[in-house]
């Protein structure tokens, strides 16, 4: 995701407490860190080292960065050689795998050719509502031809060196047409651990916001934060930029998978960065998908398989992957919101059609 979809919609004070917030640009996006203290010093402190790991995660776990750990092993996969992955990528690319077969690989971490195919990294760094004349849809042939090489699933072999010193991770494949991209969950992943680290410095009340990935714990004053859910449809004057706000509880996490996120428009129509494995092509599953779930990585992960799943599926892979807190904006404008999470939300864009469905 490259803008911030969600606003923190919430202000308060306190004589002994009070708001630290940064923001900083890593991870290809803005990323919002707040911290609720009484020792800012120590929050601001706080804020640098996470926004070196920030930097330092963007940098390693990216597949088209040159050199980057994640582009070293794609090299020797493709090569057809084993690759040793350190301890940090290590359960990384685990935790992908897992994720991966809980979504029936529609969430598909071994794509990473057939989403360069579509030139969606060079779009990192625009403007969310900029249409992107310059980039072409790739030549069908060429999509084909991956398509072919791609199995339905992973195509990895792993050998796990849990019980080794640095609890690295070998990794091959025999199809050379497989490349590691974890840009659908690394950013929520990135999240989790930052919270983690916030946690062990001993503040309990923070919020983090890379790019509209936000998970929070605590409060902000005496209040929960109160997230905005962004509004694809916003145009000024007209409308609310905000589609639904929430109020997230301790250690919960909101992500959402959008075709707004970064897109081109060719010859009229528009090309997102999110492709169905089973065609090759962007999905037209859904305009927008959002998970609210404790675990961000996860959340993250089936934002991303849920939108592929579409209409017809979502149910079946919120259930395969233990989500049920959702709300799935249809092509056709409609609302659709779990009936876990309708009591929650509070809908600012009174227009949509809006449906709350159960989920057996
Ligand atoms: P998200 O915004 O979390 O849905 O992630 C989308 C990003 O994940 C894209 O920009 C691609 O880098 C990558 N991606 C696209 N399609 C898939 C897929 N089916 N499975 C895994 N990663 C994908
Ligand atoms: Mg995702």
Redesign the pocket.
């Known amino acids: 995701?490259i803008l911030i979809f969600a606003l923190l919609l919430s202000s308060c004070s306190s004589p002994t407490h009070q708001l630290v917030q940064q923001q900083l640009f890593t991870f290809g996006t803005l990323v919002d860190i707040s911290i609720w203290t009484d020792k800012p010093d120590k929050a601001n402190l706080l804020i640098q080292q996470l926004s070196a790991d920030f930097e330092h995660q963007h940098n390693e776990w990216h597949s088209s960065k040159k050199n980057s750990l994640l582009s070293k092993a794609n090299q020797q996969l493709q090569q057809e050689q084993t690759a040793t992955l350190d301890a940090s990528l290590a359960s990384l690319v685990k935790l992908a795998i897992k994720l991966s077969a809980q979504s029936e690989y529609?969430?598909?971490?071994a794509?990473g050719q057939l989403?360069d195919l579509w030139h969606?990294d060079q779009l990192d760094q625009q403007a969310v509502d900029e249409i992107v004349e310059a980039v072409l849809p790739p030549d069908k042939k060429q999509i084909q031809t991956l398509f072919d090489m791609l199995s339905s699933e992973l195509d990895l072999v792993l050998t796990d060196q849990q019980g080794s010193l640095h609890n690295s991770l070998q990794i091959r494949s025999k199809n050379p047409a497989v490349k590691l991209?974890l840009?659908?969950?690394a950013k929520g992943y990135a999240v989790d651990q930052a919270i983690k680290s916030i946690q062990q410095a001993g503040f309990n009340h923070a919020l983090v916001n890379a790019g509209g990935d936000i998970k929070a714990i605590g409060k902000k004053g005496d209040k929960l934060w109160n997230i905005g859910i962004r509004n694809p449809f916003y145009q000024q004057q007209t409308d609310s930029p905000v589609l639904a706000s929430i109020k997230l509880n301790n250690n919960e996490s909101i992500m959402t998978?959008g075709d707004y996120?970064?897109y081109f428009s060719y010859q009229g129509k528009r090309y997102h960065?999110?492709?169905?494995?089973r065609t090759g092509f962007p999905s037209d599953g859904f305009h927008s998908v959002t998970i609210v779930h404790k675990d961000a990585a996860l959340a993250?992960a089936a934002?991303?398989a849920l939108?592929?799943a579409g209409p017809k599926n979502w149910k079946k892979i919120a259930k395969k992957m233990a989500v049920d807190q959702i709300m799935l904006l249809t092509q056709s404008d409609e609302l659709i919101i779990s009936e876990k999470l309708k009591p929650r939300l509070s809908i600012q864009n009174k227009q949509l059609k809006t449906t709350v469905v159960k989920l057996d």
Do not use: C, K, Q, W
């Not at 529609?106 to 971490?109: A, D």
């Not at 960065?273 to 494995?277: A, E, S, Y």
């Open positions: 995701m529609l969430f598909n971490p794509i989403v969606f991209n840009g659908a969950f998978s996120e970064r960065h999110i492709i169905d494995p993250d934002a991303t939108f592929i």
